[in-house]
């Protein structure tokens, strides 16, 4: 089935319809950012840690912006208020996950119910992974051809952003637990396309050292 365009219970912003349209036969694709988690492991919200000139989901949601997707949704949970107060959401509609921490797969449950109903292709995109850029995006966009899934293949392995056709979306909405997207990834092997990314899997942040390094990065450092 295709994921309802209608808004969760508890969303904190309803979509805007978008009234430009797309030329013919450009596919609609929109860009799924998942910042619902509960910093468990760090402590506070790691959405809200200082990075560059502002804050770390800041970063995240300024590269999404310039893919150019037709539709930007942020799916949020862990301290929703804290992070909608703290993050320049311009431009997103807005999804609350009250169940983030029974595992990302709510969330991007809840993500997709906001989508458009003529949505194409889904990005998804790790709202901790600041050194993820819209070249690694529109590489795999580039890459994936007519394919259900792609994935980026980086130098040391398979590594986000994803890419969704419209067909795979209602497996993608069944989803339950954490990992489960790669568990999809493993069990539907055979409808995967690998896009070549250059350079190493950008690091995510769940620990003040896996924070440490990504500020590393951003200095230039080893």
Not at 59 to 75: D, E, H, K, N, P
Not at 114 to 136: K, Y
Request: glycine letters at 12%.
């Amino acid at each position: 089935m295709t994921p309802p365009a209608e808004a969760l219970p508890g969303q904190a912003r309803s979509p805007a319809p978008l009234t430009s349209r797309r030329p013919a036969g450009k596919p609609r694709i929109a860009g799924l950012v998942l910042a619902a988690g509960g910093s468990s492991r760090l402590g506070r919200p790691k959405q809200l840690l200082p990075y560059g000139d502002g804050v770390l989901l800041d970063a995240v949601l300024a590269t999404a912006r310039a893919c150019g997707f037709a539709q930007l949704v942020l799916a949020v949970g862990g301290s929703s208020e804290e992070v909608l107060k703290g993050v320049n959401t311009a431009g997103c509609d807005v999804a609350v996950n009250p169940d983030f921490g029974t595992g990302c797969a709510s969330s991007i449950a809840a993500a997709l119910q906001a989508l458009h109903s003529d949505t194409d292709v889904v990005v998804l995109l790790l709202g901790d992974q600041p050194g993820v850029m819209a070249r690694n995006v529109d590489r795999l966009l580039a890459g994936r051809g007519h394919a259900e899934i792609a994935v980026c293949r980086y130098d040391d392995g398979i590594g986000h952003p994803f890419a969704f056709a419209r067909s795979a979306l209602p497996a993608l909405a069944g989803l339950h637990g954490d990992k489960a997207v790669w568990r999809l990834l493993e069990e539907r092997a055979s409808e995967v396309t690998e896009v070549a990314v250059p350079g190493a899997i950008p690091l995510d942040i769940n620990t003040d050292d896996d924070y440490d390094r990504v500020l590393d990065a951003l200095r230039g450092g080893p």
